[in-house]
């Protein structure tokens, strides 16, 4: 199982792709990365079903 997430369409114009094998892994280098590229601190309910909702599960 493979979790993959273009950060592009959650927020556009950006080009950072993450591909994981656990989905909790994946989540804690997507709120690293916000924090770092998009100035998001806090992953509210709102932002994490956003993501969620992108993510592509493949395998
Ligand atoms: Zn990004």
Redesign the pocket.
Known sequence: MKYQLA?GDV?PG?A?TFDESDKDVLLGQVAE?AAA??GITEITPEVLAAVDSKIRVTG
């Open positions: 950060c927020m950006c950072q990365h590229a998009h």
